[in-house]
Nanobody, 119 residues
Framework: QVQLVESGGGLEQAGGSLRLSCAASGLTVSTYDMGWFRQAPGKDREFVGA????????YYADFVKGRFTIFRDNAKNTAYLQMNSLKPEDTAVYYC????????????WGQGTQVTVSS
């Protein structure tokens, strides 16, 4: 049974940093695209970025480029979203997801973790 468990969310001031973790069980993060998404109240879920297991590189939505970094620790079977220079508009529930081809579909999702950025 696959499980993705996010942690690391919380309340942070604008300009601060948070690191979200996505601990995986039942799959190996090094053989899946590991994506991060977010959903703010009243808004649709949006793509934040992903780490491609084939290209072994990360790619990001334009609104987080230069501020967020996605990486993984194969030994811990965990993916991470490092968020710097946080803005109030980054406030959302953040979800990690895993899929063989993240360009088309993510098969597994975590339960989400709340990130709140105060101004």
């Amino acid at each position: 049974q696959v499980q993705l468990v996010e942690s690391g969310g919380g309340l942070e001031q604008a300009g601060g940093s948070l690191r979200l973790s996505c601990a995986a069980s039942g799959l190996t993060v090094s053989t899946y695209d590991m994506g991060w998404f977010r959903q703010a109240p009243g808004k649709d879920r949006e793509f934040v970025g992903a780490f491609s297991w084939i290209g072994v590189r990360a790619y990001y939505a334009d609104f987080v480029k230069g501020r967020f970094t996605i990486f993984r620790d194969n030994a811990k079977n965990t993916a991470y979203l490092q968020m710097n220079s946080l803005k109030p508009e980054d406030t959302a529930v953040y979800y990690c997801a895993a899929g063989k081809d993240g360009r088309t579909k993510y098969d597994y999702w975590g339960q989400g973790t709340q990130v709140t950025v105060s101004s």
